[in-house]
């Protein structure tokens, strides 16, 4: 199955529901369910900006899955758009000339469902043959 490695606090706010967009530089073609991994890392900058969401930060797990259902280049229009449906997710810095995955069917890992991975650049295969079952207990 394809997997995309994104930061936090960004991949909580995914599969939470409140980003309904993942922006790249490179355009997708793929069109399906991708499993989100939580990266190592975090944009500690970031975190107060959605203290009151009170999101639970996983780093180096696969947290749920999604459908991405679309892949749009982003202009003026829909960079509006975006900051009409939300604002704090949205508006922190443009996305004109980008590349915004829609996503749609999220579903939200349990904590006994996670699995424990390394993460890799661009969208990438998981095969769970190749890795070894590490759940959170």
């Not at 790249?24 to 900058?45: A, D, Q």
């Not at 009151?52 to 829909?78: A, M, Q, W």
Request: proline share 1%; charged share 35%.
């Amino acid at each position: 199955m394809k997997a995309l490695t994104v930061k936090e606090p960004w991949a909580s706010l995914i599969i939470n529901g409140y980003k309904k967009y993942e922006f790249r530089s490179w355009k997708t073609n793929y069109r399906g369910k991708i499993l989100i991994h939580s990266g190592k890392s975090i944009e500690k900058r970031n975190l107060d900006l959605y203290k009151d969401y009170n999101l639970d930060y996983s780093f180096g797990y696969i947290i749920g899955e999604v459908e991405i259902v679309d892949c749009i280049l982003v202009d003026d229009k829909i960079q509006e758009k975006l900051l009409r449906d939300n604002k704090l997710v949205y508006g922190r810095n443009s996305h004109v000339g980008l590349y915004a995955w829609k996503f749609d069917n999220i579903v939200k890992y349990k904590d006994s469902d996670k699995l424990k991975v390394n993460g890799k650049l661009g969208l990438w295969n998981y095969n769970d043959r190749e890795y070894k079952d590490e759940r959170i207990n």
